[in-house]
């Protein structure tokens, strides 16, 4: 599978998550078949008439990766071509207008398939002006090619011989665009660090925050389309900051647009009399169709404003691509920061850490990835047990360290240092409290008496279950000596 960002060139590699883009140029360490096949796809795309184009950037993904390797590198294209887009936009200080279009950051999924050669072929009101090089057909009438997905919307099929276009007539390549140079640019860089620093943890922490911000993203790349009307652009934009604010339509949308925005860029003087005017222009092409002015009215609301006032400034949207970038980073920045802090996990408590533990251990899903998902709850576990909490109970501790064991089993069949007191665990009875206790202590011992977990950073399997192991004691010995003496005054 490739993916293709054929408006765009880098002169070095950029990796974004799972997905490492390289120039056309560059087939270094691909296997010579594919190295025909990258060759092939780059031929076939072309600025306008005869002319191809030269370099491009591209990624790729082998056949043996597996499925869910596939997903993801679709899906980190897919990310990566909304933050191109937004990246690009940049709009100039004076003009206002964008440094790249929506289209510059085109993406081409490309699939290798066979596939009826009238999906490539119309015999209908058309006349050939180029020599046939397509490939002959088999005896299905089928041809070797590739199913090409284009912006995750448009679907079509391409083989030997084929052009590709861009998606409109007025078109340019920038000289100056560099992915690589550009890439490096981004950390110092106030309005897209905070954007990509968050989409770069996303996975690891899914929040519905993440929707809204590439959604967001989406609508506002739409507004910068290269052939969108200026009304059709104002739209995308506003729906692009009601994503991003999560805004509800309803009494006072306008109200609450406004103090969201002005709580995010601050008090910055005359921002308020573009907000209400966007706003209100939004409004009236929505409902009417249209809106009575599409520029900025840098009088609104003075005193002896010009008679030529009304003829407006520059247009609204072009402020409005500069407000909302300003907003994404200020709502990415809070994000990251609340995640520095820790913030989320402090408003859990470690009860609800154990039912969570309790839930993904029970899944379906393959014991590693189990694990690999616990690990995080296991490790807050330890680090908030010193936190007074009513409610939990010995038995919450002991179910959870049992799955876990039982888990870790399924995942190290082979584990020698301490089988038999993790087995004596993994098949003890919650219910039979001082026993399953009894064994917990033991396990604990035998792996602070033992290096089994030499070496082991956090994540690790082998940390996560003995740091499970270890707090779940912590939060049981006393329960444990009470039942020990108890047993033993018993006649």
């Known amino acids: 599978m490739f993916a293709f960002f054929p408006y765009l060139k880098t002169s070095e590699p950029v990796r974004y998550r799972s997905v490492a883009i390289l120039s056309t140029d560059d087939a270094t360490g691909l296997p010579a078949e594919v190295a025909k096949e990258l060759e092939l796809l780059r031929s076939m795309f072309f600025l306008r008439d005869h002319e191809r184009i030269k370099r491009m950037s591209y990624a790729f993904s082998p056949d043996d990766a597996g499925e869910t390797a596939a997903t993801e590198f679709v899906q980190d294209s897919s990310e990566l071509r909304e933050f191109l887009a937004y990246l690009y936009s940049s709009p100039h200080e004076s003009s206002g207008e964008p440094f790249l ?49 284009v912006d995750n919307r448009s679907m079509t099929w391409v083989t030997k011989g084929s052009r590709l276009y861009p998606p409109c007539i007025r078109f340019w390549l920038n000289i100056s665009q560099d992915l690589a140079r550009d890439f490096e640019r981004i950390p110092q860089s106030a309005r897209y660090g905070p954007v990509l620093a968050f989409f770069a943890w996303r996975r690891e922490a899914p929040s519905e925050l993440y929707g809204r911000l590439l959604n967001a993203l989406k609508w506002y790349n739409r507004s910068i389309g290269v052939d969108v009307p200026d009304a059709a652009a104002l739209v995308h934009l506003a729906t692009a900051f009601e994503s991003l604010l999560g805004l509800d339509q309803g009494p006072d949308v306008t109200k609450r647009f406004k103090a969201a925005v002005m709580l995010l860029i601050g008090n910055v003087t005359r921002a308020d009399a573009w907000v209400d005017q966007f706003y209100r222009a939004r409004s009236e092409i929505v409902h009417r169709g249209e809106a009575n002015a599409l520029r900025f009215n840098p009088y609104h609301g003075m005193k002896g404003a010009p008679d030529d006032a009304d003829s407006g400034y520059r247009s609204l949207t072009s402020y409005g691509w500069f407000v909302f970038q300003i907003c994404t980073a200020a709502v990415s920045s809070g994000s990251l920061v609340a995640r520095q802090v820790g913030l989320e996990s402090m408003l859990l408590t470690n009860r609800q850490r154990l039912e969570r533990i309790c839930k993904v251990l029970s899944s379906t899903d393959t014991a590693d990835n189990r694990l690999r998902a616990v690990a995080k709850d296991v490790s807050d576990i330890n680090h908030y047990q010193f936190v007074s ?103």
């Open 101 to 149: 279009r929506n289209e510059h950051s085109s993406l081409c999924i490309f699939r290798p398939k066979r596939f009826f050669r009238s999906l490539v072929k119309n015999e209908h009101n058309v006349e050939s002006v180029q020599p046939p090089e397509y490939p002959d057909v088999d005896d299905r009438d089928e041809i070797p090619g590739y199913e090409c997905e």
């Open 389 to 491: 909490e009513p409610g939990l109970t010995v038995e919450q501790l002991l179910g959870s360290v049992k799955l876990l064991a039982r888990c870790y089993l399924e995942a190290n069949p082979s584990e020698s240092q301490i089988t038999a007191e993790l087995k004596a665990v993994a098949e003890s009875s919650p219910s039979e409290t001082f026993e399953a206790l009894r064994r917990l202590r033991t396990l604990d011992e035998k792996i602070a008496s033992t290096s089994w977990t030499s070496g082991g950073v956090p994540g690790d399997p082998r940390i996560t279950l003995s740091t499970l192991v270890h707090s779940s004691w912590h939060y049981t010995f006393m329960t444990y000596f009470y039942l020990e003496r108890a047993a033993k005054r018993a006649p």
